[in-house]
T-cell receptor
Framework: AQSVTQLGSHVSVSEGALVLLRCNYS??????LFWYVQYPNQGLQLLLK??????LVKGINGFEAEFKKSETSFHLTKPSAHMSDAAEYFC????????????FGQGTTLQVKP | EPEVTQTPSHQVTQMGQEVILRCVPI?????FYWYRQILGQKVEFLVS????????KSEIFDDQFSVERPDGSNFTLKIRSTKLEDSAMYFC????????????FGPGTRLLVL
């Protein structure tokens, strides 16, 4: 069965600092991996995805993530945090060729301090 | 840009009542999903729907739940007899076709069961 673990339910950074949100996955087959962002009172917006092409994936708003099979990780990074990045971030996994259902991690709330 | 829409945005109901949550997926998408997010918890998969039938459902999706695509545009989730523990945010999502793995989420319906 697939699963996702996000280390750290809350991460706090200063504006301009590096953002690192951790995600580890478990999957019996090569997975598809996603990062979604949820702003307060809004739905889920796709930040980026890995679907077996380049292991370093660039997304919107300056975010990127690297798929590391040996570490079963898909950590999300951004070089310089902006106040508008404050939101909840979800890592998710799906199994290629299946129904496409997403299995989500617990989420990480990112706080950006001025 | 096409969006997934959901109505209502908020619904309050009494325990034991039936509720129908409505979604309009993106036109020409073929795969449809419902997820829920209990306050403070992760997003959980409920059901996937393809070719006018359920393709997968989770343990949460018991006999009290049903889905329907009545008219080729709407996609509904019905809860027959609501329980207190059904209080959650319910998200609808759709994706275009096999090989296009990104799911597009609606803004959600917040259901409160009293």
């Amino acid at each position: 069965a697939q699963s996702v673990t996000q280390l750290g339910s809350h991460v706090s950074v200063s504006e301009g600092a590096l953002v690192l949100l951790r995600c580890n996955y478990s999957s019996s087959v090569p997975p598809y991996l996603f990062w979604y962002v949820q702003y307060p009172n809004q739905g889920l917006q796709l930040l980026l995805k890995y679907t077996s092409a380049a292991t370093l994936v660039k997304g919107i708003n300056g975010f990127e993530a690297e798929f590391k099979k040996s570490e079963t990780s898909f950590h999300l990074t951004k070089p310089s945090a902006h106040m508008s990045d404050a939101a909840e971030y979800f890592c998710a996994v799906s199994e290629p060729g299946n129904t496409g259902k997403l299995i989500f991690g617990q989420g990480t709330t990112l706080q950006v301090k001025p | 840009e096409p969006e997934v829409t959901q109505t209502p945005s908020h619904q309050v109901t009494q325990m034991g009542q039936e509720v129908i949550l409505r979604c309009v997926p993106i036109s020409n998408h073929l795969y449809f999903y419902w997820y829920r997010q209990i306050l403070g918890q992760k997003v959980e998969f409920l059901v996937s729907f393809y070719n006018n039938e359920i393709s997968e459902k989770s343990e949460i999706f018991d006999d009290q739940f049903s889905v329907e695509r009545p008219d080729g545009s709407n996609f509904t989730l019905k809860i027959r007899s609501t329980k207190l523990e059904d209080s959650a945010m319910y998200f609808c999502a759709s994706r275009p076709r096999t090989g296009q793995e990104t799911q597009y989420f609606g803004p959600g319906t917040r259901l409160l069961v009293l």
